[in-house]
């Protein structure tokens, strides 16, 4: 499907990467305060979930979720930017620049998993 | 004249509520990924996570704001979403944003005693 | 460039309707208003569309073209398309009357409701208020004056369509040139209005407004120029008047 024209537009897009990377941090939330709770019945218990962290396939999960909210904190401070401090012509290289620190951030992440 | 009472200008507190949380989640944030890298380095154990946060009352309240920042945070824009996207009636949408809120709360509080007590 | 162009046009009323394909010759200079006035004429005499200036100042010829929301009478055929076709529909958000013709009355009903309407403090009997044209109010009230109320940024406004109470970049637009006149008097009611649900808090920085508005004005600057003033007002923050 082609998105409508006024849809491609950067600026636009960053407004749906807000949204869904928002989205999926909330659902993703209740599951991360589920796993820490394990820790109430007993270490152990974490310690096999935990385990799980050395499957490839979770590693990808986990350095897909520091990407989201690489994503949404630097968009987000974007978006504080204009709500909250005079208007800049240049949201497009502010927009950007989220997306090349969040990607930066996911990077740190994938050599600290993988170091 | 100050905004912001009133039923009608719920919009305009959650909007203020939204974004203060986030100011305030912004330097948790960042402390909570340089944390992740750290920890993450030789993989993750439980032993290795309680021995930094048990007895620590700087992390518990390092936590227990970021639980409720986010849950706040969280809760607003997921109440946006089920508004413009499903409709329900303003009863309807603020009993589940509660319910979403109170849910979240309780969660995080009992991960963050999990870890800390 | 094709001899003839291909044009789907929408056709229909409130009940729904359907595109009609007409084979129009291509010109040089062509405007997509040329394109649909040629299809009345010549083709389907029974048409309904509207226009008034076709120099781009009413504002009331604003279409859907292959899309995207635009100010017909000054958008060449060739800016609109490259291959010589083009799909040309009724304004999105809004509510249709006939073909092309949609109904813009809850679009300026909401810039009622928005505050737009100037309340002046003194009479003609006073002296004329001097406002100098670098004072910061007048600066930020001047980048959003040219508004001629065509409903483009409205049409392309996605939290309009998720959100029907939104009041909408136009309304709200108008609403940050007046709070920035030191002349008009309403100013604490109107940031009042426009805080209230569907005022400017629904606003998601989209920016599809300031991306289409033909006139380059930036709706979603005005916007975020409203919700500072009326964050400053909740919080009791130097309440200006």
């Given at each position: 499907?082609?998105?409508?024209?006024?849809?491609?537009?950067?600026?636009?897009?960053?407004?749906?990467?807000?949204?869904?990377?928002?989205?999926?941090?909330?659902?993703?939330?209740?599951?991360?305060?589920?796993?820490?709770?394990?820790?109430?019945?007993?270490?152990?218990?974490?310690?096999?979930?935990?385990?799980?962290?050395?499957?490839?396939?979770?590693?990808?999960?986990?350095?897909?979720?520091?990407?989201?909210?690489?994503?949404?904190?630097?968009?987000?401070?974007?978006?504080?930017?204009?709500?909250?401090?005079?208007?800049?012509?240049?949201?497009?290289?502010?927009?950007?620049?989220?997306?090349?620190?969040?990607?930066?951030?996911?990077?740190?992440?994938?050599?600290?998993?993988?170091? | 004249?100050?905004?912001?009472?009133?039923?009608?200008?719920?919009?305009?507190?959650?909007?203020?509520?939204?974004?203060?949380?986030?100011?305030?989640?912004?330097?948790?944030?960042?402390?909570?990924?340089?944390?992740?890298?750290?920890?993450?380095?030789?993989?993750?154990?439980?032993?290795?996570?309680?021995?930094?946060?048990?007895?620590?009352?700087?992390?518990?309240?390092?936590?227990?704001?970021?639980?409720?920042?986010?849950?706040?945070?969280?809760?607003?824009?997921?109440?946006?979403?089920?508004?413009?996207?499903?409709?329900?009636?303003?009863?309807?949408?603020?009993?589940?944003?509660?319910?979403?809120?109170?849910?979240?709360?309780?969660?995080?509080?009992?991960?963050?005693?999990?870890?800390?007590? | 460039?094709?001899?003839?162009?291909?044009?789907?046009?929408?056709?229909?009323?409130t009940?729904?309707?359907?595109?009609?394909?007409?084979?129009?010759?291509?010109?040089?200079?062509?405007?997509?208003?040329?394109?649909?006035?040629?299809?009345?004429?010549?083709?389907?005499?029974?048409?309904?569309?509207r226009?008034?200036?076709?120099?781009?100042?009413?504002?009331s010829?604003?279409?859907?073209?292959?899309?995207?929301?635009?100010?017909?009478?000054?958008?060449?055929?060739?800016?609109?398309?490259?291959?010589?076709?083009?799909?040309?529909?009724p304004l999105?958000n809004m509510p249709v009357v006939?073909?092309?013709v949609c109904d813009m009355a809850e679009f300026f009903d909401k810039w009622i409701k928005?505050?737009?309407?100037?309340?002046?403090?003194?009479?003609?009997?006073?002296?004329?208020?001097?406002?100098?044209?670098?004072?910061?109010?007048?600066?930020?009230?001047?980048?959003?004056?040219?508004?001629?109320n065509?409903g483009?940024?409205y049409?392309?406004?996605?939290?309009?369509?998720?959100?029907p109470?939104?009041l909408g970049?136009a309304a709200?637009?108008?609403?940050?040139?007046?709070?920035?006149?030191?002349?008009?008097?309403?100013?604490?009611?109107?940031?009042?209005?426009?805080?209230?649900?569907?005022?400017?808090?629904?606003?998601?920085?989209?920016?599809?407004?300031?991306?289409?508005?033909?006139?380059?004005?930036?709706?979603?600057?005005?916007?975020?120029?409203?919700?500072?003033?009326?964050?400053?007002?909740?919080?009791?923050?130097?309440?200006?008047?």
């Amino acid at each position: 499907m082609k998105l409508p024209p006024h849809r491609r537009d950067p600026l636009r897009i960053a407004a749906a990467v807000q949204r869904l990377s928002g989205l999926a941090l909330a659902l993703f939330l209740p599951a991360h305060f589920l796993v820490l709770g394990l820790a109430i019945e007993s270490p152990e218990a974490l310690d096999s979930f935990l385990s799980l962290t050395q499957n490839p396939v979770v590693k990808v999960a986990e350095i897909g979720l520091v990407l989201l909210l690489g994503l949404h904190f630097f968009g987000g401070l974007r978006l504080l930017a204009v709500e909250f401090l005079p208007w800049s012509p240049r949201q497009k290289t502010y927009a950007a620049g989220a997306l090349a620190a969040a990607i930066t951030l996911s990077c740190c992440f994938l050599l600290s998993v993988t170091g | 004249m100050v905004l912001g009472r009133g039923a009608e200008m719920l919009d305009l507190r959650l909007y203020l509520l939204q974004r203060l949380s986030a100011m305030v989640m912004a330097p948790l944030v960042l402390g909570h990924i340089g944390m992740m890298i750290y920890a993450a380095q030789g993989g993750l154990t439980a032993s290795e996570i309680l021995a930094r946060t048990q007895g620590n009352q700087w992390w518990a309240l390092f936590y227990g704001v970021f639980v409720l920042a986010a849950a706040i945070h969280a809760t607003i824009g997921l109440r946006v979403v089920l508004h413009e996207y499903l409709k329900p009636p303003p009863r309807l949408l603020n009993s589940v944003a509660l319910a979403l809120f109170v849910c979240l709360v309780a969660l995080g509080a009992r991960a963050i005693m999990a870890v800390v007590l | 460039m094709t001899d003839t162009l291909q044009v789907d046009i929408w056709r229909g009323d409130t009940n729904g309707g359907s595109y009609s394909r007409y084979a129009v010759p291509a010109q040089e200079s062509q405007t997509i208003l040329d394109v649909v006035t040629w299809v009345q004429r010549h083709a389907e005499p029974g048409l309904a569309y509207r226009f008034a200036c076709r120099v781009g100042m009413c504002g009331s010829c604003a279409m859907m073209v292959n899309g995207a929301p635009r100010w017909t009478c000054r958008t060449h055929v060739r800016k609109a398309s490259k291959d010589g076709k083009l799909t040309i529909a009724p304004l999105r958000n809004m509510p249709v009357v006939k073909d092309l013709v949609c109904d813009m009355a809850e679009f300026f009903d909401k810039w009622i409701k928005a505050g737009s309407v100037f309340t002046p403090t003194e009479t003609r009997n006073d002296p004329m208020a001097a406002i100098k044209p670098d004072e910061p109010d007048r600066m930020n009230a001047n980048a959003a004056i040219e508004c001629i109320n065509c409903g483009v940024c409205y049409a392309g406004c996605d939290t309009v369509e998720a959100n029907p109470d939104y009041l909408g970049p136009a309304a709200l637009n108008r609403a940050w040139t007046l709070v920035n006149d030191r002349r008009d008097g309403a100013g604490s009611e109107r940031l009042s209005t426009i805080s209230k649900a569907g005022g400017c808090h629904s606003c998601h920085t989209h920016q599809s407004c300031a991306a289409l508005c033909p006139n380059l004005l930036n709706p979603t600057a005005s916007i975020a120029g409203l919700k500072r003033k009326t964050a400053k007002a909740a919080l009791g923050l130097g309440t200006r008047r």
